[in-house]
């Protein structure tokens, strides 16, 4: 079935400093991982990727951890800004469709 | 990233009536679109996935004669929520994936409040 987060968890972090989101994800065939961003209101959005066959993915200001021996995936964000305020989704894909993590609420304190 | 929109953004029905939601890929073909729902403070959870030209394939304990998914060409997807009631009240978001390409773009979303 699908993943369905109930009682969201929720990280406070400070202007400036860096974030780390975790995610812990079900299926050890999974071969594809993305987060997502979902601002209130709003649609999620495509933050960064990465493949079974790669530990670790940096973007802009984030970076992507993947753990396959205890299937746990990390979102790292640097210097967090008031702007990344949001609830932020692992997903992992089984086939052509996408298992969405539970979520994280992000709170940037300013 | 692509764009993908949704509309209406917003629509508030009152109970028994029909409610249609498009889901449009603007930049990009999208040979297959998801249809998700959202209830507020939890994951979301996909309902049905539609190829285009094809009947759309529905998740375990969603009805597809309540919720009618129409994927008629490689641009548009539409979700009818047939004689809605107020537990259909959710955020509903398509996403949409270009033939070989891996990631899903997400549209807006579209709040439905049945009264």
């Known amino acids: 079935g699908e993943s369905v987060g109930l009682h969201l968890p929720t990280l406070s972090v400070q202007e400036g400093d860096n974030s780390i989101i975790n995610c812990a994800y079900s299926?050890?065939?999974?071969?594809?991982f993305i987060w997502y961003k979902q601002e209130s209101g709003k649609g999620p959005q495509f933050i960064i990727d990465?493949?079974?066959?790669?530990d670790k993915r940096q973007g802009q200001r984030v970076t992507v951890l993947l753990n396959k021996t205890v299937k746990h995936l990390s979102l790292q964000i640097a210097a967090t800004q008031p702007g990344d305020s949001a609830v932020y989704f692992c997903?992992?894909?089984?086939?052509?469709?996408?298992?969405f993590g539970a979520g994280t609420i992000l709170r940037v304190k300013s | 990233g692509a764009v993908v929109s949704q509309h209406p953004s917003r629509v508030i029905c009152k109970s028994g009536t029909s409610v249609k939601i498009e889901c449009r890929s603007l930049?990009?073909?999208?040979?297959?679109m998801f249809w998700y729902r959202q209830f507020p403070k939890q994951s979301l959870m996909l309902m049905a996935t539609?190829?285009?030209?094809?009947?759309?394939?529905?998740e375990q304990g969603v009805e597809k004669d309540k919720f009618l998914i129409n994927h008629a060409s490689l641009t548009l997807s539409t979700l009818t929520v047939t004689s809605a009631h107020p537990e259909d009240s959710s955020f509903y978001i398509c996403?949409?994936?270009?033939?070989?390409?891996?990631?899903?773009?997400f549209g807006p979303g579209t709040r439905l409040l049945v009264l």
């Open positions: 996403s949409a994936l270009a033939l070989a390409q891996e990631t899903q773009y």
């Open positions: 299926n050890s065939a999974s071969d594809y």
């Open positions: 990465i493949r079974s066959n790669m």
């Open positions: 997903a992992e894909r089984g086939g052509n469709k996408l298992v």
């Open positions: 930049d990009f073909q999208a040979t297959t």
């Open positions: 539609s190829n285009e030209g094809s009947k759309a394939t529905y």
